[in-house]
């Protein structure tokens, strides 16, 4: 637990350090903002791609059609269907640019939350726990963008649907054993609101407390059905009898 929130720590001081160099710094600030996250993320990624693994004696299926289904499904929900509901308009520049600093942010996330949860071993009651700690843990760290949003509504949507997501692409990982798949599927969903950032390219600044918006609308109550099916499905991808046991 404790080095998670070391990690979490270690993620929120990189954004805000981004943040301020990217409004310091001459050139286009979104741009800036996110490149230099990705600079900063990539040496720690590769460090903990190389230290977690699940414990051995854990069984995991292997690549299966079920698992080919739910890729290419999500694809088209959360890639295709965005691109064509919203007419986004493609700059390959850019799209390369999100591509790469979207994978090295999420793959942090992933081996954080997911990675080194469950790097050791443990009961499956405990299994179960750390699923449930780890994307409450996760769900917090939206918390964060609330500095930058200035709206608690869609902070706050956006730290139930990171819950749930994180009790998703947890049992995911646990299922098949391997961290790219939910690195993969986490990428799919940030791609494109990260390439949009970059299109229409907002100022990056930090809100103070008496620009906030406190209210909540009816988001919330999406992302909380949201939030009920997700952790529905993940414990369907991954039921009590199929826990990993060390």
């Not at 600093?101 to 081996?111: C, I, K, P, R, S």
Request: glycine fraction near 8%.
């Amino acid at each position: 637990m404790m080095s998670r929130l070391l990690w979490s720590c270690y993620v929120i001081v990189t954004v805000w350090i981004s943040g301020v160099l990217s409004n310091t710094l001459p050139g286009d600030g979104p741009v800036l903002f996110v490149g230099i996250k990705a600079l900063l993320f990539l040496p720690v990624c590769i460090y903990l791609y190389r230290s977690i693994r699940l414990p051995d004696g854990w069984k995991h299926g292997p690549w299966d059609r079920k698992l080919l289904l739910l890729f290419a499904g999500w694809f088209f929900l959360f890639v295709g269907l965005r691109f064509a509901v919203d007419n986004i308009e493609i700059s390959f520049t850019l799209l390369a640019y999100a591509v790469v600093t979207t994978l090295v942010m999420v793959a942090l996330e992933e081996l954080i939350f997911r990675g080194i949860t469950f790097s050791k071993g443990g009961g499956g009651a405990s299994i179960r726990g750390k699923q449930y700690g780890s994307s409450l843990l996760f769900a917090l760290l939206h918390a964060f963008n609330l500095l930058y949003t200035g709206n608690l509504g869609e902070t706050v949507h956006q730290m139930v649907l990171a819950f749930g997501m994180g009790m998703f692409l947890s049992s995911v990982y646990l299922r098949y054993g391997r961290i790219l798949y939910p690195i993969a599927l986490h990428f799919m969903v940030n791609v494109v609101p990260e390439y949009k950032m970059l299109l229409h390219r907002p100022a990056i600044h930090w809100s103070s407390l008496s620009n906030y918006n406190y209210t909540l609308d009816e988001r919330v109550l999406f992302s909380l059905v949201t939030c009920i099916v997700l952790t529905v499905v993940a414990h369907s991808v991954l039921p009590g009898k199929r826990l990993p046991q060390s």
